[in-house]
């Protein structure tokens, strides 16, 4: 080390093949274009910042270029006989202007500002690459090196086997070093390498055994397995991501018709005139083309799934309509037994009431309900509820349920539901305070209903033991019999209070299915009533034709019988012939 800041001029060495400079002061490259037959250049350990004065030294196969403060690599192009290159302790952010250096063995970039490494075509005799202490995260074009043995990535920042899928593809590497990396703290770090890197012999300076071969195939198998199934449940997320989204858009789509349809009805209603004897519709054109596009739409979604039925843990999930008919199925006793909770989205809470009998049949132990876009528009609906074994929790999703802008649904609930002592309302736990207050709010509304509805109908709502007891109370001998009143006996025994019975719900389908039952009986005893009238109306005229003729053919009946027996012998003879007559 003599502290040099620049290179000596050296004279009438022309010959000179070997030079040293390392541990200096120097910072440019100069005054040895003239060393034509140099074939060591060290200038390890000194301040150059850039790579000349080398472009005469043809002959030159190994130049240590070591700790320097170099930021790029350049104006090597004629140094085609490099064997030997180190770069290392630079600051050189990328690899390029090497592809040329098709002689070059060794290449040492270690401790540099490399993120990537790429542009390593062209060097066909590199055996042995380094770049430990980098900060690269991604290798590529390492596979096209058909020489290479040796990579050192000691210490960069590979994170996963993907940024360094290219080593699988080399078959000449047998010794390769990623210590330091996030990748080596992966449990799966060793197994997968070695399972896609079968030609290695080292892995970070440590040989590999066959052991360690046949553990790392096992190993990546099972990974190959654990990945295959990740990405096999990544792809039914996505399908039910995607199924639940078209059933969405399709519950759009029918809302939206149900509401065009009722707009037309309402604007068909209060259209006053008439032309040419028929109505006259609003913008009937318009209509039909959107009922039309409506269609194409709903059409063009039928491609996907319009349902879906999924078991999440102790939750049974419904999407769309279709999915009711899950409840149709043989569930096996042990999923059935750990259902829970039943969630339905996108279902009209009438087809929902439908299902409700078979839903307390297969799921014994369901006791929290959940709705979301069903259409709970009234109170009413909620009456549907009490025919349910066992209610604990009730969930009702403000998106697509009007009812829960009502300030006291809530309230109305717990009144009706009052025999199944519900715990929790969309999640707020129910305190006596609540159920208080729901009595004094809607006890009257059960009394109210009770009391104007026929006998013969209250009877058809109860069993047989209550009938009974509800005749005993008819006939005021309850308290003869020691029977209490049914409110209070009702609440003991955690049944469904007879007024609270009353209190029921009719689908809309249920509904008119009952108006066309009345309007057949209707029709049926009107045209009963008509026939007893005609018939009575003919019996009447017969009878008071009957009255005007009678006089007339009295007197000839009396005419006929005295001409008849005028002559006594001859009407003798004439009945003795008659009976002879009828003993024949």
Same mark, same amino acid.
């Given at each position: 080390?003599?502290?040099?800041?620049?290179?000596?001029?050296?004279?009438?060495?022309?010959?000179?093949?070997?030079?040293?400079?390392?541990?200096?002061?120097?910072?440019?490259? +100069?005054?040895?274009?003239?060393?034509?037959?140099?074939?060591?250049?060290?200038?390890?350990?000194?301040?150059?910042?850039?790579?000349?004065?080398?472009?005469?030294?043809?002959?030159?196969?190994?130049?240590?270029?070591?700790?320097?403060?170099?930021?790029?690599?350049?104006?090597?192009?004629?140094?085609?006989?490099?064997?030997?290159?180190?770069?290392?302790?630079? +600051?050189?952010?990328?690899?390029?202007?090497?592809?040329?250096?098709?002689?070059?063995?060794?290449?040492?970039?270690?401790?540099?500002?490399?993120?990537?490494?790429?542009?390593?075509?062209?060097?066909?005799?590199?055996?042995?690459?380094?770049?430990?202490?980098?900060?690269?995260?991604?290798?590529?074009?390492?596979?096209?090196?058909?020489?290479?043995?040796?990579?050192?990535?000691? *210490?960069?920042?590979?994170?996963?086997?993907?940024?360094?899928?290219?080593?699988?593809?080399?078959?000449?590497?047998?010794?390769?070093?990623?210590?330091?990396?996030?990748?080596?703290?992966?449990?799966?770090?060793?197994?997968?390498?070695?399972?896609?890197?079968?030609?290695?012999?080292?892995?970070?300076?440590?040989?590999?055994?066959?052991?360690?071969?046949?553990?790392?195939?096992?190993?990546?198998?099972?990974?190959?397995?654990?990945?295959?199934?990740?990405?096999?449940?990544?792809?039914?997320?996505?399908?039910?991501?995607?199924?639940?989204?078209?059933?969405?858009?399709?519950?759009?789509?029918?809302?939206?018709?149900?509401?065009?349809?009722?707009?037309?009805?309402?604007?068909?209603?209060?259209?006053?005139?008439?032309?040419?004897?028929?109505?006259?519709?609003?913008?009937?054109?318009?209509?039909?083309?959107?009922?039309?596009?409506?269609?194409?739409?709903?059409?063009?979604?039928?491609?996907?799934?319009?349902?879906?039925?999924?078991?999440?843990?102790?939750?049974?999930?419904?999407?769309?309509?279709?999915?009711?008919?899950?409840?149709?199925?043989?569930?096996?006793?042990?999923?059935?037994?750990?259902?829970?909770?039943?969630?339905?989205? *996108?279902?009209?809470?009438?087809?929902?009431?439908?299902?409700?009998?078979?839903?307390?049949?297969?799921?014994?132990?369901?006791?929290?309900?959940?709705?979301?876009?069903?259409?709970?528009?009234?109170?009413?609906?909620?009456? !549907?509820?009490?025919?349910?074994?066992?209610?604990?929790?009730?969930?009702?999703?403000?998106?697509?349920?009007?009812?829960?802008?009502?300030?006291?649904?809530?309230?109305?609930?717990?009144?009706?539901?009052?025999?199944?002592?519900?715990?929790?309302?969309?999640?707020?736990?129910?305190?006596?305070?609540?159920?208080?207050?729901?009595?004094?709010?809607?006890?009257?509304?059960?009394?109210? !209903?009770?009391s104007e509805l026929p006998h013969y109908r209250m009877l058809s709502l109860f069993?047989?033991?209550?009938?009974?007891?509800?005749?005993?109370?008819?006939?005021?001998?309850?308290?003869?019999?020691?029977?209490?009143?049914?409110?209070?006996?009702?609440?003991?025994?955690?049944?469904?209070?007879?007024?609270?019975?009353?209190?029921?719900?009719?689908?809309?389908?249920?509904?008119?299915?009952?108006?066309?039952?009345?309007?057949?009986?209707?029709?049926?005893?009107?045209?009963?009533?008509?026939?007893?009238?005609?018939?009575?109306?003919?019996?009447?005229?017969?009878?008071?034709?009957? +009255?005007?003729?009678?006089?007339?053919? *009295?007197?000839?009946?009396?005419?006929?019988?005295?001409?008849?027996?005028?002559?006594?012998?001859?009407?003798?003879?004439?009945?003795?012939?008659?009976?002879?007559? +009828?003993?024949?």
């Open positions: 080390r003599q502290k040099l800041t620049v290179c000596p001029v050296i004279d009438g060495e022309d010959h000179l093949r070997l030079l040293n400079f390392q541990h200096n002061c120097i910072t440019r490259i +100069q005054n040895i274009s003239n060393l034509q037959h140099l074939v060591f250049l060290d200038l390890y350990d000194n301040q150059i910042e850039e790579i000349s004065g080398v472009s005469t030294l043809r002959s030159l196969r190994v130049l240590l270029l070591g700790k320097n403060r170099i930021k790029k690599i350049s104006n090597l192009e004629n140094l085609k006989n490099l064997d030997v290159l180190d770069l290392h302790g630079n +600051q050189i952010t990328k690899i390029e202007n090497i592809s040329h250096l098709s002689e070059l063995r060794v290449l040492n970039l270690a401790r540099n500002l490399l993120t990537i490494v790429e542009n390593l075509n062209g060097l066909d005799s590199l055996t042995e690459l380094n770049l430990r202490h980098n900060q690269v995260s991604a290798i590529k074009d390492v596979d096209t090196l058909p020489h290479l043995q040796r990579l050192f990535l000691s *210490f960069n920042n590979i994170s996963s086997f993907e940024d360094i899928l290219c080593l699988a593809d080399s078959s000449s590497l047998s010794d390769i070093t990623l210590d330091g990396n996030p990748i080596a703290q992966e449990t799966w770090y060793k197994h997968t390498v070695l399972h896609h890197m079968m030609q290695l012999r080292q892995l970070d300076m440590k040989r590999i055994t066959e052991e360690e071969r046949r553990m790392a195939s096992v190993a990546a198998r099972k990974e190959e397995e654990r990945k295959r199934e990740s990405h096999k449940q990544t792809l039914l997320k996505e399908k039910k991501r995607l199924t639940i989204c078209n059933i969405a858009r399709q519950w759009e789509i029918q809302q939206n018709r149900i509401a065009l349809v009722a707009s037309l009805n309402q604007d068909k209603d209060n259209e006053p005139c008439q032309i040419n004897g028929s109505a006259a519709y609003v913008f009937p054109e318009e209509s039909r083309s959107l009922d039309t596009i409506l269609s194409s739409a709903v059409q063009g979604l039928s491609v996907l799934e319009s349902h879906l039925v999924e078991v999440e843990g102790d939750t049974l999930c419904l999407y769309g309509a279709g999915a009711l008919e899950c409840l149709d199925r043989n569930w096996s006793v042990q999923t059935a037994g750990i259902i829970v909770t039943v969630s339905f989205m *996108f279902i009209e809470f009438d087809e929902i009431v439908q299902a409700l009998t078979k839903l307390k049949i297969k799921f014994p132990n369901s006791v929290h309900l959940k709705f979301k876009e069903t259409n709970l528009v009234t109170l009413q609906q909620f009456n !549907a509820l009490a025919q349910m074994h066992r209610i604990e929790q009730l969930t009702v999703d403000p998106q697509g349920n009007p009812v829960v802008n009502f300030s006291l649904w809530k309230y109305y609930v717990l009144f009706r539901l009052n025999h199944f002592n519900l715990q929790k309302i969309n999640g707020v736990k129910v305190t006596g305070n609540d159920i208080v207050m729901a009595e004094r709010l809607f006890g009257i509304l059960a009394y109210v !209903a009770s069993g047989e033991s209550r009938r009974k007891q509800f005749h005993y109370l008819l006939e005021g001998k309850g308290k003869k019999s020691g029977i209490v009143s049914e409110e209070s006996s009702d609440n003991r025994s955690g049944g469904e209070s007879t007024t609270r019975a009353t209190l029921n719900y009719m689908t809309k389908d249920f509904h008119m299915e009952k108006l066309e039952e009345i309007k057949e009986r209707k029709t049926f005893c009107q045209t009963y009533v008509e026939n007893l009238v005609k018939e009575a109306a003919d019996i009447n005229m017969k009878n008071e034709s009957l +009255q005007k003729l009678w006089p007339q053919m *009295f007197i000839e009946l009396v005419r006929d019988a005295v001409i008849e027996i005028r002559n006594k012998n001859s009407y003798m003879k004439l009945c003795l012939q008659r009976i002879t007559d +009828q003993k024949e």
